[in-house]
């Protein structure tokens, strides 16, 4: 390490001088220039995508205030944003980004601190305390302690790598919120299904077990064999199988809720399970009437145009993040190579000193300065330099890697939910058709069987194929909302700009 003192004796350049040509001087920068990668994945959609939806307001400006229709939901997502703890997180994540950057930032300009010290010597031993000999010395004033001047961007580098980190995080916190919107949506919809199977499953197990009752009085009257009567148990404790079922997932439908919500989620919110009326027993052989599901919708959802894949790189936080984690790490290579030139720091003071105290503040005293630059040369290292720069680039690589499988993710996600828009709507129909068919069916089983044309194992077979179709119908009409919910997702939509007071910082 080599040191430069200069003096006021040799006088030949002022501190003021000196700091005007440093920041001249500096501006230098080894950050390798930029380029954002060409997305790994085709121009269009994959044929499998079916016909899109054109028109309309794009997901990502689209608010999920106006994409959920709900008034329930929308207050369930309200108290979600305010109240979950991993959305809380990726929030204390952005301060504690933006701190770091105002730390680097900071490093950028000298750093003054103030100083009062004293000192008091004697050459000997023989001087003593009070003696003749004993010398005091007494300065005040302020400095700058080992200020970097960035000649070779270093420094700069450095702080470019934390603005990225920042504008990281700020990425992270929206896709956090995205999520966040799109898992209550989902919660709420699983919700809402598992609602309309547990009353559908109230409905069989009522036809059941009435069907059970009139079977056993049919059998103790000679008009029903043993095996119609096991048979008839049997499908009544399969409903009462089935009902437990729903009622075990509706429950963890609502603990799932809950956690997402972040707080208990007032009863008012949550969908009830109406009251399934129960016929009381009856000597009449005529037989139930068959189970109908509930006729209710689910919450639906503003359908959103799919646009083109390029689309995703401008619009969705997480591909925006991993980018900016990108730029981090180009920064961070400038910072590497910085470093295998000298570093130059200077240490300055200006104050008054004085041989008593009283003289600091009085004319006793005299003005004072002194200026130390500091010249850091790498000679030998045994290559942690350049084994720092290749950390560098190898880290570049990686985040490489990493934005385009965002990318790539993405626009599977996109398409995934593009294919379920286009299948979906004909299962649906299908479905309800086959549904339709099937309560025909049913009654016509009835019918032949209450006039002996067809035997009770024909009703029974109606009765299962009806309850399955049914419960088929709800969870299709849940995985259609479910998909519109993740395309919404997977375009982008979710996130609203934040109130005033949460700008980023400044330059």
Same mark, same amino acid.
């Not at 933006?98 to 000997?124: C, E, F, H, K, M």
């Not at 064999?225 to 437990?244: I, K, T, V, W, Y």
């Given at each position: 390490? =080599? *040191?430069?003192?200069?003096?006021?004796?040799?006088?030949?350049?002022?501190?003021?001088?000196?700091?005007?040509?440093?920041?001249?001087?500096?501006?230098?920068?080894?950050?390798?220039?930029?380029?954002?990668?060409?997305?790994?994945?085709?121009?269009?959609?994959?044929?499998?995508?079916?016909?899109?939806?054109?028109?309309?307001?794009?997901?990502?400006?689209?608010?999920?205030?106006?994409?959920?229709h709900d008034v329930r939901l929308r207050e369930i997502i309200?108290? @979600? +944003?305010?109240?979950?703890?991993?959305?809380?997180?990726?929030?204390?994540?952005?301060? /504690?980004?933006?701190?770091?950057? /105002?730390?680097?930032?900071?490093?950028?300009?000298?750093? +003054?601190?103030?100083?009062?010290?004293? =000192?008091?010597? $004697?050459?000997?031993?023989?001087?003593?305390?009070?003696?003749?000999?004993?010398?005091?010395v007494y300065t005040l004033g302020v400095g700058i302690t080992?200020?970097?001047?960035?000649?070779?961007?270093?420094?700069?580098?450095?702080?470019?790598?934390? !603005?990225?980190?920042?504008?990281?995080?700020?990425?992270?916190? *929206?896709?956090? %919120?995205?999520?966040?919107?799109?898992?209550?949506?989902?919660?709420?919809?699983?919700?809402?299904?598992?609602?309309?199977?547990?009353? +559908?499953?109230?409905?069989? !197990?009522?036809?059941?077990?009435?069907?059970?009752?009139?079977?056993?009085?049919?059998?103790?009257?000679?008009?029903?064999?043993?095996?119609?009567?096991? %048979?008839?148990?049997?499908?009544?404790?399969?409903?009462?199988?089935?009902?437990?079922?729903?009622?075990?997932?509706?429950?963890?439908?609502?603990?799932?809720?809950?956690? +997402?919500?972040?707080?208990?989620?007032?009863?008012?919110?949550?969908? $009830?399970?109406?009251?399934?009326?129960?016929?009381?027993?009856?000597?009449?052989?005529?037989?139930?009437?068959?189970?109908?599901?509930?006729?209710?919708?689910?919450?639906?959802?503003?359908?959103?145009?799919?646009?083109?894949?390029?689309?995703?790189?401008?619009?969705?936080?997480?591909?925006?993040?991993?980018?900016?984690? !990108?730029?981090?790490?180009?920064?961070?290579?400038?910072?590497?190579?910085?470093?295998?030139?000298?570093?130059?720091?200077?240490?300055?003071?200006?104050?008054?000193?004085?041989? =008593?105290?009283?003289?600091?503040?009085?004319?006793?005293?005299?003005?004072?300065?002194?200026?130390?630059?500091?010249?850091?040369?790498?000679?030998?290292?045994?290559?942690?330099?350049?084994?720092?720069?290749?950390?560098? *680039?190898?880290?570049?690589?990686?985040?490489?890697?990493?934005?385009? *499988?965002?990318?790539?993710?993405?626009?599977?996600?996109?398409?995934?939910?593009?294919?379920?828009?286009?299948?979906?709507?004909?299962?649906?129909?299908?479905?309800?058709?086959?549904?339709? &068919?099937?309560?025909?069916?049913?009654?016509?089983?009835?019918?032949?069987?209450?006039?002996?044309?067809?035997?009770?194992?024909?009703?029974?077979?109606?009765?299962?194929?009806?309850?399955?179709?049914?419960?088929?119908? @709800? /969870?299709?009409?849940?995985?259609?909302? =479910?998909?519109?919910? /993740?395309?919404?997702?997977?375009?982008?939509?979710?996130?609203?700009?934040?109130? &005033?007071?949460?700008?980023?910082?400044?330059?």
């Open positions: 390490m =080599t *040191k430069y003192r200069i003096s006021r004796a040799s006088g030949a350049i002022r501190p003021l001088t000196a700091l005007a040509l440093a920041s001249v001087l500096a501006g230098c920068s080894f950050i390798p220039t930029y380029e954002r990668p060409a997305a790994p994945v085709t121009a269009q959609w994959p044929d499998t995508a079916g016909a899109q939806l054109v028109g309309g307001t794009a997901a990502a400006d689209l608010p999920w205030q106006e994409f959920v309200e108290l @979600a +944003l305010a109240n979950n703890r991993d959305l809380r997180v990726s929030i204390l994540n952005i301060e /504690q980004a933006r701190a770091q950057y /105002q730390i680097r930032r900071a490093d950028q300009v000298p750093t +003054l601190s103030g100083a009062l010290s004293g =000192t008091r010597q $004697a050459p000997n031993a023989a001087g003593g305390e009070g003696g003749s000999n004993v010398s005091s080992a200020w970097e001047l960035d000649f070779f961007g270093r420094v700069g580098a450095l702080k470019d790598a934390a !603005l990225a980190q920042y504008l990281a995080t700020e990425e992270a916190r *929206k896709s956090a %919120q995205i999520s966040l919107v799109s898992s209550v949506s989902t919660a709420w919809l699983a919700l809402q299904a598992d609602t309309e199977l547990l009353l +559908l499953a109230e409905r069989t !197990l009522a036809s059941r077990d009435q069907s059970l009752r009139l079977t056993k009085l049919r059998f103790d009257n000679g008009a029903s064999s043993a095996l119609d009567l096991r %048979q008839a148990e049997s499908l009544s404790a399969s409903a009462q199988a089935a009902r437990a079922q729903q009622l075990r997932l509706r429950a963890q439908d609502i603990n799932l809720l809950t956690l +997402l919500v972040g707080q208990a989620i007032p009863e008012r919110l949550i969908p $009830a399970v109406p009251m399934v009326a129960v016929a009381p027993p009856s000597n009449d052989l005529t037989q139930a009437t068959p189970p109908v599901a509930p006729t209710g919708e689910l919450s639906t959802f503003t359908a959103v145009p799919a646009g083109l894949p390029s689309d995703l790189l401008l619009r969705r936080p997480d591909i925006r993040a991993a980018e900016q984690q !990108l730029i981090a790490a180009n920064a961070n290579i400038g910072a590497a190579r910085a470093a295998f030139f000298p570093r130059i720091t200077l240490t300055a003071s200006a104050g008054r000193a004085s041989t =008593t105290l009283d003289g600091l503040v009085s004319s006793g005293g005299a003005g004072a300065w002194s200026l130390a630059p500091s010249i850091t040369v790498p000679i030998f290292d045994r290559g942690r330099n350049q084994a720092n720069l290749d950390v560098a *680039k190898a880290g570049r690589e990686i985040t490489v890697a990493q934005y385009e *499988k965002a990318i790539q993710t993405a626009f599977r996600e996109a398409a995934d939910a593009l294919a379920g828009r286009a299948a979906l709507g004909d299962q649906l129909k299908a479905l309800e058709a086959q549904a339709t &068919a099937e309560r025909d069916r049913f009654r016509l089983a009835d019918l032949r069987y209450r006039n002996g044309i067809a035997s009770y194992l024909d009703l029974l077979d109606a009765q299962r194929s009806l309850f399955s179709t049914e419960q088929a119908l @709800a /969870q299709t009409r849940q995985a259609q909302r =479910t998909n519109e919910v /993740q395309l919404y997702k997977a375009l982008g939509g979710g996130w609203s700009e934040p109130a &005033a007071g949460t700008s980023r910082p400044a330059g």
